[in-house]
């Protein structure tokens, strides 16, 4: 459809970002609970990143890079925070395993945390509605593998 109008002239950088923005595979986009920003994995060149951008679709930002697969990601309620599981390939005992790992990144600060100690394998993270309690489900003992899989809570504040 003309209008008549001409397209306005960009700028060298909105040129770049604009390139960067539309070249990315998204895999997934997730709206923040307060609808100021959006979360979006992409997967390229075997890494897998989080990017966040603003509503109005400025200030695009990679916040999370890894070679590892990313599942389950929520934000928190207030916006501020994500939860994701991180699943990576794991020698041990002489057969691969899948490590799974749940984080909790400031989204703001662009800051990673692991739930609990690695060692515990733990998965499919939920996040109560008020963001003080996560449930996810763990299938091992801290220091020797047990077969006893069961829910668990963990409490943030």
Do not use: M
């Not at 109005?56 to 994500?82: E, M, V």
Request: zero cysteines; aromatic letters at 12%; proline letters at 7%.
């Amino acid at each position: 459809l003309k209008t008549g109008k001409s397209n306005p002239v960009l700028s060298d950088q909105e040129k770049a970002e604009r390139q960067k923005f539309e070249d990315l595979p998204v895999k997934e986009v997730i709206p923040a609970p307060d609808g100021f920003r959006f979360l979006y994995v992409v997967d390229k060149d075997k890494s897998t990143s989080l990017w966040s951008v603003l509503s109005d679709g400025t200030k695009r930002k990679t916040i999370y890079l890894t070679k590892s697969n990313l599942q389950h990601l929520a934000w928190f309620p207030d916006g501020q925070k994500i939860i994701f599981e991180e699943e990576t390939p794991l020698w041990k005992f002489g057969f691969f395993l899948k490590s799974r790992i749940i984080r909790v990144l400031d989204a703001n600060l662009e800051t990673v945390d692991n739930l609990i100690p690695p060692q515990i394998r733990h998965w499919s993270p939920a996040i109560s509605p008020n963001g003080v309690k996560v449930a996810f489900v763990g299938d091992q003992g801290l220091w020797y593998p047990t077969f006893n899989i069961g829910v668990w809570v963990a409490v943030l504040r």
